[in-house]
């Protein structure tokens, strides 16, 4: 190859990137965190296998997602839309759009506990601020298309990273231990609990509704052949790079909790994670993870809005202006807060919606981008439909697990 043109496959290279970064949004949401921390603090590095386990299942999850907008030129709701009749499809379309406001409700109330965190303000104060600030980035979309989107979302990205492994430098793990954790084990009931949590809630169904359409967008549909081959190849880089930063970003917290926060109280909950690394790393670090959270809200309700509105032009073939939609879905979110319910309740309980939704999306797309009629060569292998088949059922089988412990007594 001349040096011209490896340099242009270079820069093609780089012009594909960019959807998978703006879907590893959803594996660093506010979600995460507590959870990240409460393992690491609790457990030390035993469960360093349960976040780079989901995180593996993440990476072969969203590629699929992304191949099936590349090769259809349809995202992921569209294709179940067409082979839905009216009422099944108002009713997969009720469903989904549940679970990405559940997803909203989280990300908005994370942006406004990290305000609250950075400078006291109010909770519902602090709702507004993170509805505003994400219409913001939405009218980026919105005027300059999808490059915008994705150059905002990945500095946000950029900035959450910083802020949630700052604290690396300060705690100093223990490199054994860390590489000790990759084996799976479980100390007791309660990590057998936390280790499901993990493998359960990482993969986010409207990360999968969305990353066919942010790829579709993108690329467009590419007919079968050298360019197709080149587009899926280069995507697969971008899923793997995406979601190796939030692999990292998810490992980095639990790390810094084994390694500081071991025997700490109250890392249940983000105030009470952010005092804990106040206390045992410094304020610098504290105030590094507090924007690193604020960076996550913001972007996750961004992304958490864009998957709304391609479910409901998806499935209802439909379009809401993203302003219009965005204030109809940040209302929830600030009446919660205004009626003083428990920011990390919120939390937990829009994981259990999240657990409700994720096999409506997993078993579509497994069965679309197994099929030769749709997919052409490009369809699953039977070894790739076999290992998606078993992190569908492993992943639907521990949210359920997870929905069933909640609504217990």
Same mark, same amino acid.
């Given at each position: 190859m001349t040096t011209t043109a490896a340099r242009r496959s270079r820069i093609a290279g780089l012009t594909a990137l960019g959807p998978a970064f703006v879907a590893a949004i959803a594996y660093v949401d506010p979600g995460n965190v507590a959870a990240n921390l409460t393992a690491g603090a609790k457990y030390g590095y035993s469960l360093v296998w349960a976040v780079v386990a989901a995180n593996g299942c993440a990476v072969l999850v969203q590629y699929l997602s992304a191949k099936l907008g590349i090769v259809t030129g349809k995202s992921l709701p569209e294709l179940i839309g067409?082979?839905?009749?009216p009422v099944p499809r108002v009713l997969f379309w009720l469903q989904a759009e549940i679970v990405a406001a559940a997803t909203d409700v989280a990300e908005v109330i994370g942006g406004a506990l990290a305000l609250q965190?950075?400078?006291?303000?109010?909770?519902?104060?602090? !709702?507004l601020i993170t509805g505003v600030v994400s219409m913001i980035v939405l009218t980026a979309q919105n005027r300059r298309g999808g490059r915008a989107i994705e150059g905002v979302i990945t500095g946000l990205l950029a900035v959450l990273t910083v802020g949630f492994c700052a604290g690396l430098f300060v705690a100093g793990p223990n490199p054994l231990s860390v590489l000790g954790g990759i084996v799976p084990r479980f100390q007791d009931s309660g990590a057998v609990l936390l280790s499901a949590s993990i493998l359960g809630a990482t993969v986010m169904p409207h990360a999968i509704y969305l990353h066919s359409a942010l790829s579709r967008d993108h690329h467009g549909r590419v007919e079968p052949g050298p360019a197709q081959d080149g587009v899926l190849r280069a995507t697969r880089w971008d899923v793997g790079l995406a979601l190796l930063v939030a692999g990292t970003v998810n490992v980095a917290m639990l790390v810094i909790a084994a390694a500081s926060l071991g025997g700490a109280h109250g890392t249940g909950t983000? @105030?009470?994670?952010?005092? &804990?690394? /106040?206390?045992?790393?410094? &304020? !610098?670090?504290?105030v590094l993870f507090a924007i690193g959270l604020l960076a996550s809200g913001l972007a996750s309700t961004s992304v958490g809005s864009m998957a709304g509105a391609e479910i409901m032009h998806g499935l209802l073939r439909k379009r809401v202006p993203m302003i219009v939609r965005r204030a109809v879905t940040l209302a929830p979110a600030i009446v919660l807060l205004a009626i003083g319910t428990d920011p990390t309740a919120l939390l937990v309980n829009s994981q259990v919606v999240l657990s409700f939704g994720i096999g409506f999306a997993l078993v579509p797309l497994v069965v679309y981008t197994s099929r &030769? /009629?749709?997919?052409?060569?490009? /369809?699953?292998? /039977?070894? @790739?439909?076999?290992?998606?088949?078993?992190?569908? &059922?492993?992943?639907?089988?521990?949210?359920?697990?997870?929905?069933?412990?909640?609504?217990?007594?």
């Open positions: 067409i082979s839905l009749g965190l950075l400078f006291g303000v109010p909770p519902v104060i602090g !709702g983000i @105030t009470g994670a952010e005092h &804990a690394l /106040r206390v045992h790393l410094g &304020a !610098g670090v504290a &030769a /009629r749709l997919m052409g060569d490009a /369809r699953n292998t /039977r070894v @790739t439909a076999t290992i998606a088949w078993v992190i569908a &059922a492993v992943i639907i089988a521990l949210n359920v697990a997870l929905l069933v412990l909640a609504v217990s007594p």
